[in-house]
């Protein structure tokens, strides 16, 4: 890290790439610094990404809260009281312990995805977000930052934040190219017409796959589901047809969740994550959430890493009148070490969760049955705890 300039002017201006849920973080981050700020989104709409349902942990509720925004967007959840862990016939392997975290850190909220992306949207202001807005390339000078768009117009600021996904433009200017790679399962997710009575999540693990069910406010329920195996290019009914041959025969109320769904909802895609780039910054620009770190869900952690991004690259561009390379240094090597240990114990516990010989099953089963409570508490406690 080079020697902080103590003289040099604090920035004024700053253009985030995306408008998911990093960016809008980054956004309100951002403006709450007094910055002027613009948030170009590709898509002509503006609407949330492809997905169904999110679940924020205590983590990214605390991380909410320090953007200001956590009473407005944690309206628009449900709170979940109770999480286990089952065979596929239902038998129980562990129970998460959700109530004891509640109690110390703050709870576990349901969402759906526009839900969510609509009250972060409102939290933003809506005059932030300019759609249509296809970036192709990045503009790196010594005093500004900005991007190129397909129009061939150009557009500048004191700062470049990229929060453009796992397929992000402005990451190139700053770890050079990138190519994701898939973690070896297909996923599917869906919004069931169906309103379970209890607050609780339940997940089911088999051999090589995995079903989970999520209660969402509105008398909705989001589901999920991962394949081991080869990507598929099944169409969304031929996908519904198939899932409820796989699962129908699953653990209650999966059969019922499936049937509730409309196969012309459910978003089918391989479950990717980018390599662990050298750098996060370079000069005047940042990527932060999937852009930087994009990582399988096996935690839920994803959103709650790309808040807590917004929140700390707001606090170091807030920091007295450094300059905006010094401020980009320190956000970087603060995340860093705290989002390569969740990457990894992600993709740890998605090793271990779609298991598939029948004595890799039989040892993980026991293994999972026989570990404490306690201990599941702990490793949860670590992961959910945002100073």
Not at 47 to 75: E, F, Y
Not at 160 to 176: C, H, K, P, Q, W
Not at 235 to 255: C, K, S
Not at 336 to 347: D, I, N, T, Y
């Amino acid at each position: 890290m080079h020697d902080i300039r103590t003289d040099a002017p604090p920035p004024r201006t700053a253009i985030v790439v995306g408008a998911g849920i990093g960016g809008l973080a980054a956004a309100i981050a951002l403006r709450g610094l007094g910055l002027r700020v613009r948030v170009l989104e590709r898509t002509a709409s503006g609407a949330a990404p492809p997905g169904a349902g999110i679940t924020l942990w205590p983590n990214a509720l605390a991380a909410l809260d320090r953007l200001g925004v956590r009473a407005s967007v944690a309206a628009r959840g449900r709170v979940i009281e109770r999480a286990t862990l089952s065979t596929p016939d239902g038998r129980l392997l562990s129970t998460v312990p959700v109530a004891a975290i509640a109690r110390d850190l703050g709870p576990l909220l349901a969402f759906h995805r526009a839900d969510l992306h609509s009250a972060l949207l409102d939290a933003a202001g809506p005059d932030l977000v300019e759609t249509g807005m296809h970036v192709d390339s990045v503009i790196d000078e010594e005093d500004h930052a900005g991007v190129r768009l397909r129009d061939g117009s150009e557009h500048v600021a004191d700062v470049l934040i990229g929060a453009d996904g796992v397929g992000s433009v402005v990451r190139t200017a700053v770890a050079g190219p990138v190519t994701p790679r898939y973690a070896g399962a297909m996923s599917w997710r869906g919004i069931a017409a169906l309103d379970l009575p209890e607050s609780s999540v339940t997940e089911a693990w088999g051999a090589g796959e995995r079903f989970g069910v999520v209660p969402l406010s509105g008398g909705r329920t989001y589901w999920f589901c991962t394949v081991t195996g080869p990507t598929s290019g099944l169409t969304e009914a031929a996908a519904h047809a198939d899932l409820l041959r796989r699962f129908g025969g699953w653990q209650a109320p999966i059969a019922d969740v499936l049937a509730a769904t409309d196969p012309a909802t459910i978003v089918s895609t391989p479950l990717t994550e980018l390599p662990w780039l050298g750098a996060w910054s370079h000069e005047r620009i940042a990527v932060l959430g999937d852009a930087a770190h994009a990582m399988t869900p096996n935690l839920g952690q994803g959103a709650a890493m790309a808040l807590e991004d917004a929140v700390v690259l707001g606090r170091e561009l807030g920091r007295g009148r450094r300059d905006v390379e010094t401020a980009l240094d320190a956000y970087a090597a603060m995340r860093r070490p705290r989002v390569r240990r969740v990457v990894g114990a992600s993709r740890r516990l998605g090793g271990v969760a779609q298991a598939s010989g029948p004595l890799a099953v039989r040892a993980r089963d026991l293994v999972v049955r026989a570990t404490p409570d306690r201990v599941t508490e702990r490793q949860a406690r670590a992961f959910l705890t945002f100073d």
